[in-house]
């Protein structure tokens, strides 16, 4: 706790209005953004501010704006990668317009967990939430209860009531597999995820309409569980059978856990099987062979649901932005049949 010295030390938005040169007024203009604050007179303000490191009285903000200037986030996705990097790109876009970030992350899905988890964030009076729950239930909980605040997921699902942008899974999945086709692979299995996520159902969409679409047959699905341990057990045992020549993996980390449950196997990568993957990690272009997967930018996700966010909280026309555009980045874990 600060000691009453720390305290007589701390500036206030008098010292900063003094060294700025103008009123203490302005430093509040300055400090809620309102338009009337000539840009050279912002910069004066925020140079004082920078200098003697002033730090506004939130609380204070906050009674007297009844905003209190941090977005929430709801998170379900603990230790994926994506939803971390998303997370990453949310705060950074929220500190550039002066709001801070508080994030819970559910240990559990059910009803209960999310109603406890929205009334931890109510309390926290956030002005608004960035949902970040991939599991098609989560929505259905979130449906069935009243969400007095804006909200935005970074998941399109059915049941949504909040303003939705994701990634264009479908289309990223389609080109992974259309990669495989035009390689020359007739027989390409898919590695999903999880029952009831919804990247794992979009990705699975876009494989099976890329298949349809070429005339190939089609093979059902591998339900993993994202982790490179599940892909290690399903390189193991698909080696048995042999009947196809390349996989298209739903995530990065059950992909490097096929490669190397093949190569325990004896089967080559690509020579045997061709192996795509889905997220590009930082590691994917550093196993061995290199992995072939697509890309999508996860931190840009998250800036894009702040301005999603704010336009809802200043009651601003909220930007339309489209599905963000994902890439495939080839590499050598693929290669002609």
Do not use: C
């Amino acid at each position: 706790m600060s000691t009453a010295s720390e305290r007589a030390r701390m500036p206030s938005i008098r010292d900063v209005a003094r060294l700025a040169g103008v009123s203490h007024q302005t430093v509040s203009r300055v400090l809620n953004d309102h338009p009337s604050i000539r840009p050279e007179t912002k910069a004066k303000v925020l140079d004082a501010i920078s200098v003697l490191d002033y730090r506004p009285n939130l609380a204070a903000r906050a009674l007297v704006t009844s905003k209190s200037n941090m977005l929430g986030i709801l998170s379900a996705t603990v230790g994926e990668f994506g939803p971390t990097s998303s997370i990453v790109g949310i705060e950074d876009a929220a500190r550039e317009e002066g709001y801070s970030v508080s994030t819970l992350n559910l240990s559990a899905t059910t009803p209960e967990a999310i109603g406890n988890a929205l009334r931890q964030l109510s309390r926290e009076q956030v002005d608004g939430i960035v949902v970040l729950a991939p599991q098609v239930r989560v929505f259905h909980v979130l449906r069935g209860m009243t969400v007095d605040m804006p909200f935005v997921t970074l998941q399109t699902a059915s049941g949504s009531d909040g303003v939705s942008h994701s990634a264009d899974q479908v289309a990223g999945a389609r080109a992974a597999t259309e990669h495989l086709i035009s390689l020359g692979h007739t027989d390409i299995l898919h590695l999903a995820g999880p029952q009831d996520w919804i990247e794992a159902e979009s990705r699975m969409r876009g494989y099976l309409d890329a298949l349809r679409e070429a005339d190939l047959p089609t093979f059902p699905p591998i339900r993993g569980d994202w982790t490179a341990d599940f892909g290690f057990f399903a390189g193991q045992e698909l080696s048995r059978r042999r009947d196809f020549t390349g996989i298209f993996a739903a995530n990065d980390q059950m992909a490097i856990g096929l490669m190397h449950g093949f190569r325990v196997a004896g089967v080559r990568v690509p020579e045997d099987v061709s192996v795509v993957g889905f997220d590009d990690i930082p590691v994917a272009a550093h196993v061995a062979p290199s992995l072939t997967t697509v890309h999508q930018d996860f931190p840009e996700l998250g800036r894009r649901a702040v301005r999603i966010l704010l336009a809802q909280i200043r009651g601003e026309a909220v930007p339309e932005f489209g599905a963000l555009q994902t890439m495939l980045r080839p590499r050598e874990s693929s290669a002609p049949r």
